[in-house]
């Protein structure tokens, strides 16, 4: 199997973009619909899990979400953005979640900054691995399957969503047609996340794929979503900063795309993913013997 070990993204660039940002309030429009949807789906799923690893957790959004399905679980937020991180943690320092939690019991969770392809956890941690529009923002999602794959236990659960290919391709078109000197994020198709579950050794992995147009009246409008979203850390973006008159062509490009309701629209397209992990019925305290030394 041809594995994707990587792809055109700067980490570092990652990680200042959300810097900037503080919080992902002005993105929620987005992760909360896509989180409220996995969440629909995981209500089916016969699972109780006593510790949830919430890996790219961002600003804590999912915490409240997750709660409301496994109200006695341990969560643990993971993310690469220390800034995302402080925010999170500030909404458990309130009076508010203090009273909240003397109520209600509780368990305080607990943030940690890191790879999410390389995390400090020991083995069989976790019960339920939880990511929602993450992992396409890091550049070796197979890395990050083979982490999920030695922290989650035995009979453990990942469930993850993620920005597909044709995400964004309107921008991209209006690039190739103003000829501007720029690259954009090339993500992953639905079928090459299958295909690196099952490599790794994951079980029944079930993936899923819709496509989601929002629709804008100005292109200014549209890029600033594209901003709030995660903007755009490709190692072969433009270096410099973008002049005025770039802007302008990129705006023009965009304008040529209306719709016959005088709209620009733009494609989101979600991938949704969800396996198990198997459980190994080896016993090292078995000895096999080759039948050579039996007779």
């Known amino acids: 199997m ?21 919080n992902l309030a002005k993105a929620q429009f987005l992760y909360n619909e896509i989180a409220n949807r996995m969440i629909d789906n995981l209500k089916f799923i016969k699972i109780k899990p006593e510790t949830i690893l919430d890996v790219g957790c961002g600003s804590g959004e999912n915490i409240n979400l997750l709660r409301s399905l496994y109200k ?15 925010e999170s943690i500030k909404q458990f320092k309130t009076l508010k979640f203090f009273i909240k939690q003397l109520l209600t019991r509780e368990n305080i969770p607990s943030f940690i900054q890191s790879d999410m392809s390389s995390t400090a956890f020991d083995a069989n941690s976790f019960d339920l691995i939880w990511s929602n529009l993450s992992i396409h923002w890091h550049p070796m999602v197979y890395h990050v399957f083979k982490e999920w794959s030695r922290i989650i236990r035995p009979n453990g659960l990942i469930m993850f969503s993620c920005f597909g ?7 991209k078109l209006a690039l190739n047609m103003a000829k501007l000197n720029t690259k954009m994020i090339d993500f992953i198709d639905m079928h090459d996340f299958g295909d690196m579950l099952l490599d790794i050794g994951f079980e029944n992995p079930v993936m899923s794929q819709e496509t989601i147009n929002l629709t804008y009246q100005t292109p200014q409008n549209l890029i600033r979503d594209i901003y709030n979203l995660g903007g755009n850390p490709s190692i072969g973006r433009k270096s410099s900063l973008t002049s005025k008159k770039w802007m302008n062509n990129l705006y023009e490009q965009i304008e040529q795309q209306r719709d016959q309701s005088n709209s620009i629209n733009l494609t989101i397209e979600i991938i949704y993913g969800q396996a198990w992990k198997k459980i190994n019925n080896y016993n090292e305290n078995i000895k096999t013997i080759p039948i050579k030394k039996i007779f």
């Open 165 to 171: 290919p044709n995400t964004l391709k309107e921008v």
């Open 2 to 22: 041809k594995k994707i070990l990587h792809k055109n993204i700067n980490t570092n660039h990652v990680i200042r973009q959300f810097t900037k940002r503080k």
């Open 72 to 86: 006695k679980s341990n969560y643990i937020g993971l993310d690469h953005c220390s800034a995302l991180l402080n």
